[in-house]
């Protein structure tokens, strides 16, 4: 597929991520792909740094930082406000991290979506609470090492699913991304752009600091992602209607994990069931999405 | 025109006076009326406004900083637990210069659940960098929250209006509900000083280094005491339009007084008619009627109780471990006087308890009787409780 999109960047440079990071690719992409009517709630993350300190900004577009349980919130605010001013074609867009979707942020992003409060809501995944210094949240996934699940105590809890959340609300449009793989995200910020109602993107933003891997790794380790099933691209219309993008070779997991400095500890055995569960969430998505393996 | 409301009622009907653009609210107990009022309105095109049903008072607050940063016109109300839930977004809206108007029902704190009117709920947010008014009675819940709307877009602070859970919000009173042409004489349209703009693209709330943090802080200081000296322009401007005004503070026969009462909400309305009591058996008590809150009217408090002999606070209201809020702020407001008379703090009323005549008066004689406070607070109409072992 190729990538049709604009020279025209929304992000001036100088952002203050660390070496690859993934969260400054995924915004990238999202703000080429949806052009200058946008607004974006950006609730506490990675994000509430990495756009510079007062009075700098790596932003072209109006922000509005907010609490970091508010996502969902503050953006049903705007677009009522937008509403009541007549203005229909400026896109309200809330850009969170895993911990602001998964956890803190959950209820009012589920209070929004239940609504079915027209705006976009994009969480840029990478596994942890790395802004705060890498603690685990209920998107990290089993097996990880972080800094509140260290040693023997690596996290034992699968991560949450949460589009399946999401698509139990019948929201009009929920997609997963990553940054691996361009051309699909773009296409998908455009189709979640064209809906009404609430749409969400889950998109796979690798983070070298946090996952110990160098930072030339972290498209690659995207990649893998997805092609070992550990994140499969896809989609979801009103909940119920599933389509899978791409249906790789379903590589072995191992590949994965071993070249990430927060699974070292994982064993042969551990990393067997590890296996198991990636297949048995791949055979699911196959049934939802009416296929068969 | 007069008519016969609800506190709430009055509430609402201020509120769609004001030209309201996006309303949003959690239903608690006594704040509901408020809410159905304001859905009903929205809903029947008596407003122009939408109306978020959000899932909890955090949300609700966070949807209004939304809204409001879109250049809108906001407005919610709540209450006790719900007020505490909004906390940290109460110094968000503050930080973030935002002119949201929010009506609190005051509630007592569970537990044990209690529904009825206690302040600690309102005076536990005195730092949170939002103006505070608390209303005597149903005309004045109508003109304060009007007043606010101007109050909070001159200065750039969001307001507080106060008023008793059910001796306000659920109390019929003659109420004098102004004509919207004379509403929109007083509070004209809302113009946002800044807002999210697609036009001129802005970064709001972003991470502040201590270089600049500080100054920002002290910005929000300078606007509160702009407020306050803003605050008898404004009442003479809504007093030429309506005919009413009544100040930060009222001091009520304050001149002549030997022992002032300091009041707050309704309980002030018990002691007017204990006043006239008083003085027609030859005692000389007088009121000082505290309205506005934040920011603290010192001048004003001061002046008022230069004269008496001395101060007996009445407080529905505790802070554990110290005593009752206003009776803290009195002192506080009077310590630096020269000559100023003793602050005895009485705490009475407390989880919607009757504040009656015979209340008040017994404040006033256990001050008179005494040369000096005993204690920073005492407890009026505590019964004798048997704890068991």
Redesign the interface.
């Known amino acids: 597929m190729e990538l049709e999109l604009s020279d025209r960047e929304f992000m001036h440079s100088g952002h203050v991520g660390c070496p690859g990071c993934g969260a400054a690719i995924a915004m990238r992409f999202l703000l080429k792909a949806l052009g ?4 974006m ?1 950006l609730p506490a993350c990675c994000w ?2 990495i ?5 700098t ?1 790596t ?9 970091f ?2 996502g ?14 007549g203005d229909t074609e ?1 896109t309200v867009v809330t850009w969170a991290g895993d911990g602001g979707t998964f956890d803190i942020g959950f ?2 992003l ?3 979506v ?2 079915n409060e027209d705006f976009i809501y994009v969480c840029y995944d990478n596994e942890a609470y790395m802004n705060t210094g890498i603690q685990r949240s209920s998107s990290t996934p089993y097996g990880a090492w972080t800094t509140t699940t260290p040693g023997k105590d690596w996290k034992k809890m699968r991560k949450k699913n949460i589009v399946e959340a999401l698509a139990a609300h019948r929201i009009p449009y929920a997609a997963t991304a990553s940054i691996s793989h361009p051309e699909d995200l773009v296409r998908k910020v455009r189709r979640a752009q064209a809906v009404k109602g609430s749409r969400f993107l889950h998109i796979f933003a690798s983070c070298p600091t946090g996952w110990k891997i160098p930072s030339e790794m972290a498209v690659k380790i995207a990649r893998m992602a997805v092609q070992t099933n550990i994140f499969p691209l896809y989609e979801v219309e009103e909940g119920l209607h599933y389509t899978i993008n791409l249906k790789p070779k379903r590589f072995p997991v191992r590949e994965y994990f071993k070249i990430q400095g927060r699974f070292q500890h994982l064993t042969d055995a551990d990393l067997d069931v590890i296996q198991k569960m990636v297949d048995e969430d791949w055979e699911l998505l196959l049934r939802k999405a009416g296929e068969h393996a | 025109m007069k008519r016969v409301l609800e506190g709430s009622q009055a509430v609402a009907e201020a509120v769609r006076l004001a030209r309201v ?2 309303v ?1 609210a959690y239903p608690i107990t006594p704040q509901t009326h408020i809410v159905e009022f304001l859905s009903e309105y929205c809903s029947s095109g008596t407003m ?3 109306f ?5 008072e ?3 607050m ?11 016109r ?1 407005f919610t109300a709540t209450s006790g637990q719900g007020l505490a839930l909004m906390h ?2 109460l110094h ?1 809206a503050s930080g973030a210069r935002l002119p949201i108007v929010m009506a609190e029902v005051n509630r007592a704190f569970a537990p044990g659940w209690n529904i009825w009117v206690d302040q600690t709920d309102s005076l536990a947010q005195r730092d949170t960098g939002w103006i505070q008014l608390y209303c005597e009675d149903s005309q004045e819940v109508l003109d304060t929250t009007l007043q606010a709307y101007r109050l909070a877009e001159s200065v750039a602070l969001p307001v507080m209006v106060v008023l008793d859970a059910f001796f306000l919000s659920h109390t019929y009173e003659p109420v004098d509900v102004p004509e919207p042409e004379e509403a929109d004489r007083f509070l004209p349209p809302y113009e946002a000083r800044f807002q ?3 036009a001129a ?9 201590p270089s ?1 943090y500080m100054e920002m802080r002290h910005d929000i200081a300078r606007a509160m005491e702009t407020a306050l000296s803003n605050f008898s322009g404004m009442e003479g401007e809504f007093a030429a339009i309506f005919g009413r005004r009544y100040g930060t503070v009222e001091a009520i026969r304050c001149d002549d007084a030997e022992i002032v009462f300091v009041t707050s909400g309704t309980i002030t309305s018990t002691a007017r008619s204990v006043l006239e009591n008083l003085r027609g058996r030859g005692e000389k008590p007088g009121i000082l009627k505290i309205r506005l809150f934040r920011p603290f009217p010192v001048e004003a408090v001061r002046n008022a109780l230069k004269g008496a002999k001395k101060v007996a606070v009445i407080d529905r209201n505790f802070s554990f471990g110290a005593s009752g809020i206003f009776a803290q702020e009195v002192r506080a407001a009077l310590c630096n006087a020269v000559g100023h008379p003793p602050v005895f703090g009485f705490v009475a009323g407390i989880g919607g308890r009757d504040v009656t005549p015979e209340v008040l008066e017994e404040i006033y004689w256990k001050t008179k009787n005494s040369a000096v406070p005993e204690r920073e607070s005492v407890w009026i109409g505590l019964q004798e409780v048997s704890h068991g072992t």
């Open positions: 200058e009517k946008m607004m709630v509430s740094v756009a510079g300190p007062y009075p900004t932003l072209k577009i109006p922000v509005i930082h907010s609490a349980e508010t969902g919130a503050v953006a049903s605010g705007v677009r009522a406000a937008l509403d009541m001013k400026t209820q009012a589920s209070g929004a239940e609504r | 653009q996006v949003s122009n406004a939408r978020l049903r959000v899932e909890s955090h949300s609700c966070a949807a209004l900083i939304g809204a409001q940063s879109a250049g809108v906001t940290e977004l968000w999210l703009d697609t693209p802005c970064s709001f709330g972003p991470l502040v280094p600049v």
